[in-house]
């Protein structure tokens, strides 16, 4: 057993030497690649002392020294005369921060809460640090993401890690992130003092928004409520340096705009004019009401140095009654009471109708403070100061009599009362009016009568007309007889001018036919006879008158033998030319006579029989 027991104890004896007895002979120090080492050097042959207060050395002397080692081989640091603590690498996660705390440096100025920031390679070089005037306490620089060689002896380094050690909340060690649609309001620890007069500090630029705190205190910012917000996003913010309030965006509805009223800015500078004398109104970053209103929609507003006063751009009912709009703002008003020139005391209910335009509103703001204001300081007043009057000027009747033309006054009066405030009036409604019952009851009866006389009045009327109507029906009537008489007189005239312009053309006709009848017979005649005539010269007058009557007997049929025989001539016996001749004159006649009394005997135009003799 023994035997077994002295070759290990040799081997970890060689072991331990070797390891060591660089160490020891020649002062090797070993640096991992993850590893800072941090000297303690134990005295120093120059007999020199760190001075009073301070914990680092810069110049060899005794104790913790502000160089440190990095990753590496090192030789002369012989173990009697230094301590290299190896110590891990500082690593802040993403999403996180370090706050960093000074153990070696200057006293912080008693103006000041943090220690200033000095170049020192993000606190991993010591000497630097110390060197620049770097500030013992509370660091106002932090770490972010990274790997950093800190030298622990000087710095003390707090992660979400070690948060609780330094009685602090991890959440305090995480990067600041301002959620979507709201806004941070910040209050800085760490600065100069306010300005007397001030709610808080003004707007400066240069600090990357509260993340660089050393730019922001180089450059003058003040410690408290600042104007300045921060918006949507993540920030890398010192939880020593700043405190941060989330508070939801300023919205603006549709169908209103918001007057800014600002508590803190630029000096006061009044933009209203000369002719506005009811109140200021300035630009936009300056302190007071501002010029512009904001529109509808999300506005990032510091809600704690600045007052946003919504005011409605559509119009705006107001009930002087039991009713109440949904805006609210008449929820303070009644009905109004008045008295009557007669002493009577009644409740009259009013509506009215106003607008404010949006570009008036700051003007509105500036000059009464709020919508409800203007409703309670302005419109109650002048509403009700004007029925008050208007009722004391007639009595009860005369003024329920009367409404339309009081509501027309009203709307004219108020109109221009409230105009002067930049607020237009659009209409004045009188509603329910409650006068005494007996005063009602008299009106009622009155009301009764009086459409009993109009319903006499219209029956009368309707009498009269119905009766005129008969009237009129009556002469229509007999205008219609007189109509077609005249018409059946005028028609009668136009035929017997008819008949007797047609008569008069048969009868010019005949005229102008029997003259030329008459002048064909004549010149027939005149020929006949001429022809006669020279006929009776060439072959005598009997022989001519023979001849002719052979050519009639021919022409016209006439029988020779007559039914009448005409006796006579010298021989008695019916011979010779003389008989024959009073023969055929005999039977002419006879002929002439019978076309004669055709028509006569007839009575159509037909000849009568003829009758022998």
């Known amino acids: 057993m ?75 640091y012989w173990p009697w005369m230094y301590s290299v603590q190896k110590v891990p690498v500082v690593v802040i996660q993403q999403g996180e921060i370090g706050l960093v705390v000074a153990a070696d440096g200057q006293s912080i100025q008693s103006e000041n809460m943090l220690a200033r920031m000095v170049d020192s390679d993000n606190f991993q070089n010591a000497r630097k640090f110390l060197m620049n005037g770097g500030q013992k306490g509370r660091q106002v620089g932090i770490l972010t993401a990274g790997t950093y060689r800190i030298n622990t002896a000087l710095f003390t380094i707090i992660t979400t890690n070690n948060a609780a050690q330094h009685d602090m909340s991890p959440d305090n060690l995480r990067v600041y992130s301002i959620e979507p649609d709201k806004v941070g ?86 933009v209203s004019g000369t002719d506005f004398k009811h109140g200021d109104l300035v630009n936009v970053g300056h302190k007071g009401v501002w010029a512009t209103p904001l529109y509808p929609g999300k506005h990032p507003i510091n809600t704690r140095v ?49 607008h404010v335009g949006a570009l008036d509103a700051p003007k509105v703001i500036s000059r009464v403070g709020s919508v409800q204001n203007l409703v309670d300081h302005v419109l109650q007043p002048i509403v009700g100061n004007y029925f008050r009057n208007a009722a004391q000027a007639s009595t009860v009747l005369d003024f329920l009599s009367a409404r339309s033309e009081r509501q027309a006054e009203a709307a004219e009066h108020i109109g221009r009362a409230i105009q002067a405030y930049d607020v237009q009036a659009l209409d004045t409604l009188i509603g329910n009016i409650n006068p005494p019952a007996a005063l009602m009851q008299t009106l009622t009866d009155r009301k009764i009568a009086e459409e009993q006389r109009k319903t006499y009045e219209v029956q009368q009327e309707a009498q009269t007309q119905r009766q005129e109507l008969v009237r009129e029906t009556a002469l229509a009537d007999i205008q219609q007889e007189m109509v077609k008489a005249e018409r059946g007189v005028s028609i009668s005239d136009l035929h017997s001018q008819s008949q007797i312009k047609q008569a008069t053309g048969e009868a010019e006709s005949i005229r102008l036919r029997a003259q030329g009848e008459a002048e064909a017979i004549r010149a027939k005649g005149a020929a006949q006879a001429d022809a006669y005539h020279a006929g009776a010269e060439a072959m005598g007058s009997q022989g001519f008158t023979a001849v002719q009557l052979m050519q009639i007997i021919g022409e016209r049929n006439v029988r020779i033998i007559p039914d009448i025989t005409v006796s006579g001539g010298a021989g008695g016996n019916g011979g010779g030319t003389g008989s024959m001749v009073e023969a055929l004159l005999g039977v002419i006649l006879r002929n002439e006579l019978a076309q ?18």
Do not use: C
Request: aromatic share 10%.
């Open 185 to 270: 309001i910040v209050t800085t620890l760490d600065g100069r003092p306010i300005s007397e007069g001030e709610i808080a500090g003004l707007y400066l630029d240069g600090h990357d928004n509260f993340q660089n705190a050393q730019a922001f205190i180089n450059n003058g910012g003040q410690r408290g409520l600042q104007e300045q917000i921060l918006l949507s996003g993540s920030w890398n913010l010192n939880p020593w340096f700043v405190r941060v309030e989330q508070v939801a965006m300023t919205e603006i509805p549709i169908g209103y705009v918001g007057v800014v009223i600002s508590f803190i800015g630029k000096a006061h500078q009044d």
């Open 306 to 354: 600045m007052r946003v006063e919504l005011v409605p751009t559509t119009n705006i009912v107001l009930n002087w009654a039991q009713r109440t709009e949904e805006h609210n703002y008449d929820s303070r008003l009644s009905s109004i009471t008045v008295r009557s020139r007669d002493g009577f005391g009644f409740d009259l209910d009013v509506a009215q109708v106003i």
């Open 596 to 613: 004669k009394a055709a028509p006569v005997n007839g009575h159509n135009g037909t000849p009568a029989t003829e009758t022998k003799e």
């Open 2 to 76: 023994f035997d077994l027991l002295v070759p290990a104890f040799v081997i970890l004896f060689a072991v331990v030497f070797l390891v060591f007895l660089p160490s020891l002979t020649l002062g090797l120090v070993i640096i991992g690649e993850r590893q800072v080492g941090v000297v303690v050097k134990k005295f120093s042959t120059k007999q020199s002392k760190l001075p009073a207060g301070q914990l680092l050395a810069l110049n060899g002397e005794p104790g913790y020294q502000a160089d440190t080692l990095a990753p590496g081989w090192y030789l002369g």
